[in-house]
């Protein structure tokens, strides 16, 4: 099957390389990206010759984040559509999250918003040493709402508290120490970073891993429908606030918001 947003390539060992393909946009998460992701994590589930799923990315990005037309869409959108777009992208990280198959995230470039919630999403990310990561929100007016529960799971709360609010860029070696990132190398040695993640599995059971993988997520903290919906709540609060339309429309005037320095 063929994904206008993504490009799909399984090896004769049944490792699958997802790869975000929107280069010219940063890997920025369009409707339709959403809607591909979602769909790809479905098949991809259900197949039985996928062993390993690796979440990579064209171009110079892993993620920037939400992207601007559909962003631009939203701030011009009735609530209740706001709120269905909203859901649609905290389901699709959802079924990333839950994929019955290991997910290994490959972040060559930065990761900014919900390129941070991709991360998130996979069981081990590996970054190349010279990557930048932030979660921005909060410089728009708004909150990392969706993916607040796969960033809290990962880092923790106090680690997240270190960046889930101020909207700060932070390094590679960071992301490390707040868990967001196994392990952070060269450039160079990405690849070979993501085979050591990779071949264990290929000894293992499938079906034993798919369970292993549910076990975990049912021991883990609770992300389930009445989650999401909360996470969809609050980021409706946000965009109905008077302070994401100045965010907003401060970042699409290309003008600093009335609450930044200088």
Not at 23 to 46: C, F, P, R, W, Y
Not at 187 to 204: N, T, W
Request: aromatic share 6%; charged share 25%.
């Amino acid at each position: 099957m063929r994904y206008e947003t993504l490009k799909l390539e399984v090896d004769a060992r049944g490792v699958a390389t997802l790869w975000l393909d929107r280069a010219e946009k940063h890997n920025a998460l369009s409707a339709q990206m959403i809607a591909d992701l979602t769909q790809v994590a479905g098949a991809l589930g259900v197949d039985d010759s996928v062993r390993v799923v690796v979440l990579a990315a064209k171009g110079r990005t892993f993620c920037a984040g939400g992207d601007l037309d559909w962003m631009r869409a939203q701030f011009d959108a009735a609530p209740d559509v706001r709120s269905r777009e909203a859901t649609r992208l905290a389901h699709m990280l959802q079924a990333l999250n839950t994929l019955p198959k290991p997910l290994i995230g490959r972040l060559h470039g930065n990761a900014f918003g919900g390129g941070v919630g991709m991360a998130s999403v996979c069981d081990v990310a590996i970054g190349a040493d010279t990557i930048s990561m932030a979660l921005t929100e909060t410089r728009l007016g708004l909150i990392p709402a969706t993916i607040g529960p796969y960033v809290a799971a990962r880092m923790g709360e106090a680690g997240a508290r270190r960046v889930f609010m101020s909207g700060r860029r932070f390094d590679a070696a960071e992301a490390v120490q707040l868990n967001l990132l196994a392990r952070a190398v060269p450039q160079g040695d990405l690849d070979a970073a993501i085979e050591r993640e990779v071949a264990p599995y290929l000894s293992c059971a499938p079906e034993a891993v798919a369970r292993s993988k549910a076990l975990l997520r049912h021991l883990g903290p609770r992300i389930d429908e009445d989650v999401i919906a909360h996470t969809v709540a609050e980021l409706a609060k946000c965009w109905d606030g008077v302070e994401a339309r100045e965010g907003i429309g401060a970042f699409f005037d290309k003008r600093k918001p009335r609450w930044a320095d200088g």
